[in-house]
Each structure stands twice: as C-alpha cells, then as structure tokens.
C-alpha cells in the first residue's frame, strides 16, 4: 500500500517537473533530472525507469535516446489528460 503510493508520488513528480520545465515535444530534458526534487528514500533509479516506461506507454511522455543519455519531454497531443491527472492528484 505504502509502495503504491510511493509509486503514485513519483509518478506525479515526474509529470509535474516536465510541466513545470515547460518540456513540451521539441525541449526535453535528462532523465537524470527527475530523481532531483525527490526524498532520498524515492530516489529508486530502476521505479523511476518503470514509471517513465509506463508514462511512455501511454504516451504521456516522449523519450528521446542520445549518446549521453535518455531525454524526456511530455506530449503535446496528450496535454488535457496530464494536465486533470496532475491537478486530480495534487489536490489530494
């Protein structure tokens, strides 16, 4: 249970820094980015890994490889749903 709402806070960070970068389709940023912000205890590089990898799925996010790492940027199509999801969620 705890896990899980771990895994729904991560989640939210996530979504919520991207928004807050204003990293929409063409500006993206590290993935290595996304532990900073978080509680030492939340900084599981293999959950964050699976989360950006669900996002990814559901075409939340947009991941683009390079030679220095993987770069994430949100989706501009899918704009209204991350934006009720992170509003449903931080009104919690």
């Known amino acids: 249970m705890a896990e899980d709402m771990l895994y729904e806070q991560i989640k939210v960070h996530i979504l919520k820094k991207l928004y807050d970068m204003r990293c929409w389709m063409g500006k993206h940023t590290s993935i290595h980015n996304m532990q900073k912000g978080l509680p030492s205890h939340a900084r599981d590089s293999r959950m964050i890994s699976k989360i950006i990898n669900e996002l990814s799925q559901k075409e939340w996010i ?31």
């Open 62 to 92: 947009v991941t683009k490889p390079t030679h220095y790492g993987l770069e994430l940027s949100l989706n501009i199509k899918k704009k209204k749903e991350i934006e009720e999801h992170i509003g449903r969620e931080v009104s919690k």
